[in-house]
Nanobody
Framework: QVRLVESGGGLVLPGDSLRLSCRTA????????MNWFRQAPGKEREFVAV????????EYADSVKGRFTISRDYARSTIFLQMDNLRPESTAKYFC?????????WGQGTQVTVAS
């Protein structure tokens, strides 16, 4: 059974950093394209970053390039999103996502709020 559990969100000041974690079960993270999405209040869920399977590299939304870094730890079956220089527009609920055998799986999300 595939399970994704996000953690690491919180309330921070503009310019601060946070590291989100997505602990997984039921998949081998090195063999999957693992994604982070986010959804702000009143807006649609949007793509943030992907780390591709088997060393296929990473991609980012233009809005986070140069500030966010996605990574994975195979031994811990965990995906990370390092977020630096956070901005108020980064405020959203962040979700981990994987497509496994044709099915989309999502975690419950973790809230990130950037405000002064």
């Amino acid at each position: 059974q595939v399970r994704l559990v996000e953690s690491g969100g919180g309330l921070v000041l503009p310019g601060d950093s946070l590291r989100l974690s997505c602990r997984t079960a039921g998949i081998v993270v090195n063999r999957m394209n693992m994604n982070w999405f986010r959804q702000a209040p009143g807006k649609e869920r949007e793509f943030v970053a992907v780390i591709k399977s088997e060393g296929g590299g990473t991609e980012y939304a233009d809005s986070v390039k140069g500030r966010f870094t996605i990574s994975r730890d195979y031994a811990r079956s965990t995906i990370f999103l390092q977020m630096d220089n956070l901005r108020p527009e980064s405020t959203a609920k962040y979700f981990c996502n994987v497509n496994f055998r044709g099915n989309e799986y999502w975690g419950q999300g973790t809230q990130v709020t950037v405000a002064s």
